[in-house]
């Protein structure tokens, strides 16, 4: 699996799984890191491990379209085929859906459907759910709507507020990454409309 990440923040989901691959767990190779924010801290990360890093200000271009073409040319020139979405909040283009059909998955720190958008942590723990959790998904056209590969249930509490939820969260996403990405790098995975196969392992 030849991987770029999309990052706008800390990269915690990108170092999670540069240590996958690093331990031989995730068989994939990251040939790239993106940020959309020059000061991603994220891209450190990448830089310590030795990952090549591209920054692309939305900022600098007309439009989405215009962005997508310069995020597919980086993409295209580091040789990767799959893409990677952690924590970037920025809504992709159907053209660049279109160039790696089947290949685009994001991390949402919800329990798709509930919750979608940028704050999703807060807005389960303001609603008072008991159950909140994470959501791996293959990315279309909308925000957080694509069909879901793998999610995960944390328990949240009266007293959670966005940041302590989110931080029970992350720690799951940590874990359900990788391996929808392992799953992903195995060709185990099918979409058959909004559901999801994973192909049993080859023997
Ligand atoms: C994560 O909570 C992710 O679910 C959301 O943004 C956050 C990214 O965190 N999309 P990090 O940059 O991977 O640490």
């Not at 800390?10 to 690093?22: F, H, K, M, P, T």
């Not at 068989?27 to 790239?32: E, G, K, S, V």
Request: charged letters at 20%; aromatic letters at 6%.
């Amino acid at each position: 699996l030849n991987l770029a990440v999309l990052i706008s923040g800390s990269g915690s989901n990108l170092q999670c799984i540069i240590d996958r691959v690093a331990s031989g767990a995730l068989h994939a190779d990251i040939r790239l890191v993106v940020s959309n924010r020059p000061e991603a801290f994220g891209l450190e990360r990448a830089r310590k491990a030795g990952i090549p890093t591209v920054v692309l200000p939305h900022g600098n271009y007309l439009d989405r379209e215009d962005f997508d073409r310069a995020l597919i040319a980086a993409i295209r020139d580091h040789g990767a085929d799959a893409v990677a979405m952690a924590g970037f909040m920025r809504m992709v283009t159907p053209m660049f859906l279109q160039t790696f059909p089947g290949r685009v998955l994001n991390i949402h720190p919800a329990l798709l459907p509930s919750f979608p958008g940028t704050h999703g942590q807060r807005d389960a723990a303001e609603y008072g759910v008991r159950i909140a959790g994470c959501s791996v998904h293959f990315v279309d056209e909308g925000m957080d709507s694509g069909p879901i590969i793998i999610q995960a249930a944390v328990p949240a509490f009266p007293t959670d507020n966005g940041e302590t939820l989110g931080a029970r969260i992350l720690t799951m996403e940590h874990r359900i990454y990788p391996q929808a990405l392992q799953w992903l790098s195995e060709g185990r995975l099918s979409a058959q409309g909004r559901k999801v196969f994973v192909a049993p392992a080859a023997r």
